[in-house]
C-alpha cells in the first residue's frame, strides 16, 4: 500500500473572475525550500475534505477567510504532483475577510502581476512552477 499525502494550495488572487494579481509566499523551512516562493496550503487531515483543508491551512497561515473559485486542475486526478507520495490540489482563492498575513511557514508575502516576466522572476519551489504557468495561460483568456 503506498501511503499518498493529498495536499491543497491556494491561488490567491486579486479577482477570481479576472485574476491580474497573485499573492506568493516565501518559505522559512525545510532549509532545502527556505527562501523560494510556494503557493499557501498544506496537508489534508484525516476525515477532512480537501477544500475544507484549504480553508483551514489559509486561516492558519495567512490569517484570512477566502471565498474559492475554480480548481487549477493538474495532469493528474489528485492534482500537480510535488514529489513520489504527494500531490497537491490548486484552487483560486479571493480573501473575504482579513489582510494577509505571514503567520506560519512564510516570512514574507507578494503580489505578483499573473501577466509578464516578474512572477517568472521569483524563485519558485520547482513543483510549484508548473502551477505558475497554468495560471498564466488562464490569465490570458480574460
Do not use: N, Y
Not at 19 to 41: H, I, S, Y
Not at 64 to 90: F, I, N, Y
Amino acid at each position: 500500500m503506498t501511503l499518498h499525502k493529498q495536499i491543497v494550495g491556494g491561488a490567491i488572487v486579486d479577482s477570481i473572475t479576472q485574476p491580474a494579481r497573485l499573492l506568493a509566499a516565501r518559505r522559512t523551512a525545510p532549509p532545502e525550500f527556505a527562501g523560494m516562493w510556494e503557493f499557501p496550503g498544506g496537508k489534508v487531515e484525516p476525515g477532512e475534505a480537501p477544500r475544507e483543508a484549504l480553508h483551514r491551512e489559509l486561516r492558519e497561515e495567512l490569517g484570512v477567510a477566502v471565498r474559492l473559485g475554480a480548481e487549477v486542475a493538474g495532469p493528474t486526478p489528485d492534482g500537480w504532483p510535488l514529489h513520489s507520495t504527494a500531490t497537491m490540489r490548486v484552487w483560486l482563492a479571493e480573501v473575504t475577510d482579513g489582510s494577509p498575513a505571514p503567520l506560519e511557514d512564510h516570512d514574507e508575502l507578494c503580489w505578483v502581476p499573473l501577466a509578464g516576466a516578474k512572477i517568472l522572476a521569483l524563485p519558485w519551489i520547482p513543483a510549484d512552477l508548473p502551477i505558475v504557468h497554468a495560471l498564466q495561460a488562464l490569465d490570458t483568456r480574460h
